[in-house]
């Protein structure tokens, strides 16, 4: 919908991927909530809002984004801090497309509280998923948060996250769309 010029013949599917081997081995033992990213009243109204009423939100830990550097990327960190939290507020922003956190999350064994878009279909991981509305109250957010904490299964999550893991491998996913590539090509030929 954000390139409607664009002929959906001409369109193949992808996702932001991960390194299957960044993930951190499943643990049962975690903490509430982990809410993190930039906030921008602009781009992400909703994580900018709870980021700043965190501590109305159960159990819920606010990580700042760290910044783009020169330095490489905090991503093995990132993923080793999701793994030792059971929910995960991984809002979209104002286009509502899938954000790389939504599958990381998952893979690290977290239930995910999301803003994204209903449409916005994620395979193998959209049950995973308790979507609210960017429009959402705190006070909502937080009896949201607190039912998340309280029913996390670990075995549910653990079936989740070897899900995220498989399909979303950076190696099974691209390969998967040079396929596809591929496939488009030879039917213009």
Same mark, same amino acid.
């Given at each position: 919908?954000?390139?409607?010029?664009?002929?959906?013949?001409?369109?193949?599917?992808?996702?932001?991927?991960?390194?299957?081997?960044?993930?951190?081995?499943?643990?049962?033992?975690?903490?509430?909530?982990?809410?993190?990213?930039?906030? @921008?009243?602009?781009? !992400?109204? /909703? *994580?900018?809002?709870?980021?700043?009423?965190?501590?109305?939100?159960?159990?819920?830990?606010? #990580?700042?984004?760290?910044?783009?550097?020169?330095?490489?990327?905090?991503?093995?960190?990132?993923?080793?801090?999701?793994?030792?939290?059971?929910?995960?507020?991984?809002?979209? @922003?104002?286009?509502? !497309?899938? /954000? *790389?956190?939504?599958?990381?999350?998952?893979?690290?064994?977290?239930?995910?509280?999301?803003? #994204?878009?209903?449409?916005?279909?994620?395979?193998?991981?959209?049950?995973?998923?308790?979507?609210?509305?960017?429009?959402?109250?705190?006070?909502?957010?937080?009896?949201?948060? @607190?039912?998340?904490?309280?029913?996390?299964?670990?075995?549910?999550?653990?079936?989740?996250?070897?899900?995220?893991?498989?399909?979303?491998?950076?190696?099974?996913?691209?390969?998967?769309?040079?396929?596809?590539?591929?496939?488009?090509?030879?039917?213009?030929?």
């Amino acid at each position: 919908h954000m390139a409607s010029w664009i002929r959906p013949e001409h369109c193949i599917r992808t996702y932001h991927s991960l390194n299957s081997e960044d993930v951190p081995v499943f643990a049962s033992e975690r903490r509430g909530c982990l809410l993190s990213g930039a906030i @921008s009243e602009h781009f !992400y109204p /909703l *994580r900018t809002r709870l980021a700043r009423n965190h501590q109305r939100l159960p159990e819920t830990v606010y #990580l700042q984004h760290p910044g783009y550097n020169a330095n490489g990327h905090k991503t093995p960190g990132f993923l080793k801090t999701l793994s030792k939290y059971k929910v995960a507020i991984c809002t979209a @922003s104002i286009f509502g !497309y899938t /954000l *790389r956190k939504l599958i990381e999350a998952t893979a690290c064994g977290c239930r995910v509280i999301t803003d #994204l878009p209903y449409d916005e279909v994620m395979p193998e991981i959209d049950g995973n998923f308790i979507r609210v509305e960017p429009s959402s109250p705190v006070s909502y957010i937080a009896d949201v948060v @607190s039912e998340a904490i309280n029913s996390y299964d670990p075995d549910l999550q653990r079936r989740f996250a070897k899900r995220a893991i498989a399909f979303y491998d950076y190696r099974s996913l691209y390969g998967q769309l040079a396929y596809d590539i591929a496939s488009m090509r030879r039917s213009y030929e």
